[in-house]
């Protein structure tokens, strides 16, 4: 772990400009976490202590400390008593991270959260098609043979479902695109559970999976997002018809 330098108190303490009086907990983090997440702090930097960043922010030291604390349970920094408060990863670890936690507290729009999973599904299977490697097809292919196997077990086929997906995305080989489906797929898994519960759903699910894969094989970026779009079509009317909310 990096030591706490001078330096790197004074270039923190100087970026940091006074919030406004009276300006809650949740602002004082927010300024906090705009500094963290800018690209200039590399992981593991420790931070001044609670004094310095009061002063400059024009805050009281309770504050800080309210805001270092829920910074700390979402995990952007980590306080250790004795030692000294650090930074957890660079901006690039934890932009995802706040942006989930966002995500989860926000208001949540069922439909509007799938509307941004097919968008990103589409533009992964189009990359993917491109970045696909023979190894990655046969493991596509074995989730789909798994789908096949799973008819009188729900929960095995959504297992096999949420695979293929996984896979695809490791085949788009974009880490960012990556962890912005994780969010989506994460708030949606409640409703993607219960989503498929029948047979017909179960083979119109696999159908367009294979439809994906055959689009993969051949190479063909325009086949294989349209088959996406397609597949995120019916899913989203399996997944309003979960939640409750089908039109």
């Known amino acids: 772990m990096p030591a706490f330098s001078d330096s790197s108190s004074d270039a923190i303490v100087s970026s940091l400009v006074a919030v406004p009086a009276g300006t809650p907990v949740s602002q004082v983090a927010h300024r906090l976490l ?9 992981a593991g930097t420790r931070l001044p202590p609670e004094r310095q960043l009061a002063a400059s922010l024009g805050v009281g030291r309770s504050a800080v400390r309210e805001a270092l604390a829920a ?9 250790r008593p004795g030692s000294g408060t650090y930074l957890r990863g660079s901006a690039s670890d934890l932009l995802p991270q706040t942006l989930r936690w966002g995500l989860m507290i926000g ?12 968008g990103l599904e589409s533009y992964t299977a189009r990359l993917a098609a491109g970045r696909v490697d023979a190894a990655l097809i046969e493991a596509l292919r074995g989730t789909i043979t798994a789908m096949e196997g799973a008819q009188e077990d729900a929960a095995a086929f959504v297992a096999a479902d949420a695979e293929f997906h996984a896979v695809l995305a490791r085949a788009a080989d974009n880490s960012m695109l990556t962890d912005l489906l994780d969010v989506s797929r994460t708030l949606l898994r409640v409703y993607n559970d219960r989503a498929v519960h029948d047979q017909e759903d179960m083979r119109l699910a696999r159908e367009e999976h294979a439809e994906i894969l055959a689009a993969l094989e051949a190479a063909d970026g325009d086949r294989a997002a349209s088959a996406m779009v397609a597949h995120m079509a019916t899913a989203r009317s399996r997944i309003l018809r979960a939640s409750g909310t089908a039109d």
């Open 34 to 42: 705009e500094l963290f997440t800018g690209g200039d702090l590399e």
């Open 71 to 79: 910074l700390e349970i979402l995990g952007i920094i980590d306080v």
């Open 107 to 118: 208001e949540q729009n069922t439909d509007q959260l799938i509307e941004l999973r097919a």
